[in-house]
Each structure stands twice: as C-alpha cells, then as structure tokens.
C-alpha cells in the first residue's frame, strides 16, 4: 500500500474571522501537505477582502476591481488562490461544503437547490478541482411523517443528486454525498450508499468522516460513557466490517479524518443545535495525537468492551481507516477539524494546528503501515445486494457470524486484529 496524499481543511487551520485563505494556502504547504480543501466560508471571506483592496500582490497589475461583477470577481479570486496553490506545490482536491440540499417538496425547490450549486460548479474549473462535498442535514421540524414515510425522503434524495450528478456532470464535476452525524433523517454511511448506489452515475459517489460515522454509530456526547447506548467495539467493527465489504473503494470519493475528546459532561439537544452537532464544533481533534498531561483527557475507561484508544480521543479512527482502506480506496487521508481552539487570534494558530494535523496523519500512517501489521488487504469491487436499510445494527447479525460466515478469510484476521490490538495495548482479557 503506497502512502496517501495527505490534505487538511481550510477551516482547521483557524477561524476566518482572523486568518486569511491565502495564509491558510501558505502554512498548508510550508508544513508538507499535499492538498487544501477549500472551505466555502474562507473563501467567500477572501473575496470580500479582495473587494475591499485587500491580498493585491495575488492579482495581475491589469486587475480593475470596479469592473468586475460578483461573479466574476469569483471567478479571478479562485484564479489568484488556484495560482498561488499552485506555485507551492499544493492541490486543492476538494470543495466544502454545499448545505441544505434535501427535504424537496417540489420540483421548484429542487431547481432552486440546483440553481445555488451551479454557481459554485461553474467555479470548478478555475479551482482545478473536480470535486464538490454535499453533505446530510439537520432538517427542523418534522420531515418524516406518517404521510410522507423515510422511503419516500429518500426517493426523493435518490432524485435530487440523479439530476445534481447529470448537471455536475457538463462541468466535469464528481458529487461526493457526506452523512453528518447530526443528520435529521440522512446520518449514517448506509443511508448515503443506498442513494449512491440508486443514482448509479460514475460521477456521485460517497465521503466518508471518521468523526461523523463514529460520533454517530460508536458514540453519543449525550451519555455519561459518551458511547451509544448499547454499542460496543466489536459491534462498531462489525458494522465497519460491512461498510468494506458493500462500498467498492472506487466510489469512496475522499475520506476525511477527525477523532473526538469526550465532553466534560452530557450534552443536550438544544432548540436549533442536536448534541452531535454542539459536539462536533467544540471537541474535534486529529487522528492519533498523544496524550499529554497539560490537554483534557476525558478517554480513560475500565469498560472491556469499549476501551481506551491511547489517543487523545476516543474514537476507533485508526481500526476505521484500516477498513477503509481494505475496500481498496488508495485516495486522499484529508483532515476536518472543528474545535474551540481555532479561534484562537494570534498568528501562530494556523501553524499550530496545521502542525498537530501533519504529525497525527503521519502518526497514522506510521500505524497502518507498519511492518508487523502486513498489507491490509482488499476485497476488491464487492457484490451490489439489493437490502432494505435498517435504522439499527441489528439486521447485521453476530459479530462472529458475521467475520467467520461472510468474510473472506484475510479480512476475518484483519477485523479480529483491530479489535485486539485494543485490548492489547489495554491489558485487557481478549474474548
């Protein structure tokens, strides 16, 4: 297995209330990164710097600000960051994020969706980037009723990003659909590939988060343990053991990484903010940082079947990204961190977490490739089966019938050794 490019999200590199895109494109760089997701947020803040006179030197002397319309003035400023990324040696693989495209009542609200993310695929181009994230959605109210059933919600999801795929399409753009963990109705890595898999166009396809399937499936801020009420590890395995055996690695657009340190005490659901979601924007932190004694370390636990990862967060990320990787994806290992400390105002922020990042995705990568744990293995292109979707892990069956009568033989080793690995370094009895 060849080493991933390795990407962070703008927003992780600091707040843009304080710290510039291009400061962003800079620091990225000059810490060894291969790539920058553009966060849509730090972008619309760098054009209006630039229209108020700011960043000059990234512009021809033939730039005249007046001239320009809103569009166009889009369109030079994702020129100016494409060229400067360029010249440091940077990609800028992905594009972040599209919102609220879901809950269509109509064909009117669906053009109106589509008409918004236009504007952002005619950009596409002056990015040199061919991919778009659209992610699930906390929706308020009452989506799914006794009259409009999940299976209708998501018909009309498969509809919706049938025709996104078909527009994306004439500007060359791949559309990865992203599961929040959060999401009122779409929050989990099945509902998401069940759309895909519908849509069936080679251009839309699936973006998995460490943080967003295992703060949704492993974990719930809302509970003394902050684990799920029920979930263990071995049953997370199992349901990632199915993720590597139903998602062809091919469909798997960027895989995005963030582990989580538990909150200090249950978080509520508030009236606009689930848990998750007031979770996710506080307690993010990279995959594999240490632990140290002057952070919060909220993982420890005597639990046997949930236990401590030995990381500063709690979430199986490096079990996730071993799975992952054995359904064959070979692309980019891409960070997106939420968190307090990012708005922090000082200059050395951006340098502080950008460096945080590059050292935990090579601390993971250290861990997955080494030596005396062998190639992880692929299953390559699974079988497609057509199954109904479940709202719990129970349709799975056993953890052990699942890996000694589905699993291929490599993989039963494979999903065995994450689960030990844990104990292990835990002392902890294997069962």
């Not at 018909?155 to 527009?167: I, K, M, N, P, S």
């Amino acid at each position: 297995m060849s080493k991933p490019n390795f990407a962070i999200a703008s927003l992780s590199l600091g707040s843009c209330l304080y710290h510039s895109l291009p400061t962003k494109v800079q620091v990225a760089a000059s810490l060894g990164y291969d790539g920058l997701e553009i966060f849509i947020p730090d972008f619309e803040v760098f054009v209006d710097e630039v229209r108020n006179g700011a960043h000059r030197q990234l512009f021809p002397k033939s730039f005249t600000l007046p001239s320009l319309s809103t569009e166009a003035l889009e369109r030079e400023c994702a020129k100016a960051i494409t060229t400067m990324a360029d010249g440091l040696g940077l990609s800028l693989p992905l594009f972040q994020p599209i919102r609220n495209f879901e809950n269509f009542r109509s064909e009117e609200e669906l053009q109106a969706g589509l008409d918004g993310i236009e504007r952002w695929l005619k950009l596409m181009e002056h990015f040199r980037c061919d991919l778009v994230l659209v992610c699930s959605n906390y929706v308020p109210g009452r989506p799914i009723t006794d009259d409009y059933t999940f299976e209708m919600y998501l018909d009309a999801q498969v509809h919706a990003f049938t025709r996104l795929g078909y527009l994306a399409a004439g500007y060359n753009v791949r559309i990865g659909y992203e599961p929040l963990a959060w999401g009122t109705v779409i929050d989990n890595w099945e509902q998401v590939w069940e759309v895909v898999r519908r849509v069936d166009l080679p251009n839309v396809g699936i973006i998995l988060d460490s943080f967003n399937s295992l703060g949704n499936q492993y974990a719930d801020p809302g509970t003394s343990s902050s684990i799920r009420v029920g979930q263990t590890l071995a049953g997370m395995m199992e349901n990632l053991e199915k993720l590597s055996r139903t998602i062809p690695g091919d469909k798997i657009f960027i895989y995005q990484l963030a582990d989580a340190v538990k909150p200090a005490q249950p978080v509520s659901d508030g009236p606009d903010a689930p848990r998750r979601m007031t979770w996710s924007r506080a307690s993010r932190v990279f995959p594999c940082e240490p632990c140290e004694d002057e952070l919060p370390i909220r993982n420890v636990s005597l639990d046997e079947v949930n236990p401590p990862s030995g990381y500063l967060g709690f979430l199986p990320v490096v079990q996730m990204t071993k799975l992952v990787q054995a359904t064959g994806y070979a692309g980019w290992w891409s960070l997106e961190v939420f968190n307090k400390s990012l708005l922090e105002q000082d200059e050395g922020c951006t340098w502080r977490h950008g460096r945080r990042g590059i050292d935990g995705l090579n601390n993971l990568w250290e861990v997955i490739s080494d030596e005396h744990s062998g190639d992880i293995p692929s299953i390559g292109t699974p079988e497609l089966v057509e199954e109904e979707l479940s709202e719990s892990d129970e349709s799975l069956g056993s953890f052990e019938a699942t890996i000694d009568h589905v699993a291929p033989v490599p993989r039963k080793a494979l999903v065995r050794e994450t689960i030990e690995e844990w104990q292990v370094q835990t002392e902890l009895p294997i069962q």
